[in-house]
């Protein structure tokens, strides 16, 4: 290689990619950054450390302070254990879990598409390797 063609312009990454018969990575980077950014705030809520369990204490709190409040307006009688377990009855706390799951299918969802565009990463990769090794760029 001379000094002069090491300053060639040669084909784009794209034009390569295109040519290998792969999805350009630029292409591939930018679906993923779209799916990171819908699945962020479930990862939030619902992924490792995630604020999920708190909520949900927060909501049966909520319910057994309403529970408390209705009875002490009847004036009727009720014991912590009734309290408890009518709040996990509530409709308030049903709703919280149902739309939870919802949630929560959603970011698994999200994840298996994240983890499909860095399989076809990978496998990009390992074709351009491959190819690379079959024309003899590389050294086997």
Not at 28 to 35: F, G, K, P, W, Y
Not at 100 to 111: D, G, N, T, V
């Amino acid at each position: 290689m001379t000094a002069e063609s090491a300053y060639l312009p040669g084909p784009l990454p794209g034009d390569i990619e295109t040519r290998m018969g792969i999805e350009p990575i630029a292409e591939l980077l930018a679906q993923r950054d779209a799916l990171i950014a819908k699945v962020s705030r479930l990862r939030a809520r619902h992924g490792p450390f995630g604020t999920w369990d708190a909520e949900r204490k927060v909501c049966l709190s909520i319910a057994a302070a309403v529970i408390r409040a209705k009875a002490a307006a009847e004036p009727r009688k009720i014991t912590e254990a009734q309290i408890e377990q009518e709040s996990y009855g509530a409709e308030s706390y049903v709703t919280f879990l149902t739309e939870s799951l919802s949630e929560k299918a959603r970011c698994i969802e999200l994840e298996n598409k994240i983890q499909n565009i860095a399989d076809l990463i990978n496998r990009g990769q390992c074709i351009g390797r491959y190819l690379a090794a079959e024309l003899g760029l590389q050294p086997r």
